[in-house]
């Protein structure tokens, strides 16, 4: 596939992400006449989510000559997308596999981990090439695009392949109190059931540990903006939420977000949930999830977080993984994207 035919072809089937984010030639004939000579202007109270590709790339330049702070900009980029509608598994391979008909980024929706890298890959990039590309090295282990090497698993995949970009804090911070859980992870079956892809795959056991509630407090001070955030849940009784099958273990990342802090410093989760994007205190998350749990009906409770810190220069620590031509993506035949 030529780049031209490509562009073609992401033009034509993002058709759908890029009308809900606004894509409307008739609201650019539309804009006022100082629009015309400041085309950031228009933009600047408009959000994020209903900006048009073309918009995006220009938005993306006007923030790296203006914020030179990255946690700035992941904050300012993710409250940009509050109000942006929630819909799950909205991203997949195409055009280049049809295992998951979706497409490889939309602008107008998101579900909690498709915020949290559309988020970072914009913080860090200039430009809407380079948005793109980004992306696809965050969502692929080593930036290889396929059903098979998407980082399916928060904890086990998502975490080690963007080292580059968050480290785990997590038995820094709980210290004596990190609680301790095991998975069972079945990949071969898990891309079976959902996408009818054979593959062989070893089952892989994974430890990991989480703070709890009880000892969250003492974490929070020491939490920045822009750091990566991963809830903990279990199923409230053996095996009644899917997930501990999917797992395979007593407890699993299931919802991400981002750190940022409010006025008075207190320390808030900006994520995608239904109905949509939203910022509140910590504290106001905890709450409505333990409402949920005790709702009748519940299958999943609330138990902790795992917190990730920022990297300083994740660009500069991506560069030691895939040298100086950094980001490295390859499509699923092997070529370069």
């Known amino acids: 596939m030529t780049l031209r035919s490509l ?3 992401l033009a034509c089937a993002f058709a759908a992400c890029a009308f809900a984010a606004g894509g409307l030639l008739a609201a ?3 804009t006022a006449p100082a629009a015309a000579t ?3 202007a228009p933009l600047l109270a408009k959000p994020l989510y209903q900006f048009t590709e073309a918009e995006t790339g220009l938005y993306l330049a006007h923030l790296q000559a203006t914020e030179p702070d990255l946690r700035r900009r992941i904050v300012h980029l993710a409250r940009k997308n509050i109000g942006q509608p ?7 391979e195409m055009p280049f596999e049809t295992y998951d008909p979706q497409p490889i980024y939309c ?7 498709v915020f949290t890298e559309h988020i970072y890959a914009m913080a860090l990039t200039r430009d809407w090439t380079g948005f793109i590309r980004l992306l696809q090295r965050i969502r692929y282990r080593d930036g290889h695009l396929g059903v098979a090497s998407r980082n399916h698993y928060t904890e086990l995949d998502w975490n080690h392949s963007n080292r580059w970009l968050v480290r785990d804090l997590t038995t820094e911070l709980a210290g004596a109190k990190a609680v301790p859980y095991e998975e069972k992870i079945d990949r071969a079956k898990f891309l079976l059931g959902r996408y009818g892809l054979k593959t062989f795959a070893p089952i892989e056991l994974f430890r990991d540990t989480y703070i709890p509630l009880d000892a969250l407090a003492a974490a929070l001070p020491h939490l920045r903006d822009g750091d990566f955030v991963n809830v903990v849940r279990a199923s409230i009784s053996p095996g009644s939420h899917p997930n501990a099958e999917i797992y395979g273990g007593n407890a699993w990342v299931g919802h991400t977000g981002l750190i940022a802090h409010g006025p008075d410093g207190t320390v808030h989760l900006i994520h ?3 109905p949509a994007v939203r910022e509140e205190p910590i504290a106001e998350f905890i709450a409505r999830s333990r ?3 005790a709702a009748p009906g519940a299958k999943q409770r609330l138990v902790g977080f795992k917190f990730l810190r920022l990297s300083d220069d994740p660009l500069a620590q991506l560069r030691q993984l895939d040298g100086p031509d950094a ?3 390859t499509l699923p035949n092997g070529a370069g994207f």
């Open 327 to 329: 980001p490295r993506v």
């Open 272 to 274: 995608s949930a239904e």
């Open 38 to 40: 400041d085309p950031i």
């Open 291 to 293: 409402e949920k749990a």
């Open 107 to 113: 602008l107008g929706k998101s579900d909690c981990l």
């Open 86 to 92: 929630y819909e799950i598994y909205l991203l997949g």
């Open 7 to 9: 562009r073609l072809f």
């Open 28 to 30: 650019a004939e539309t």
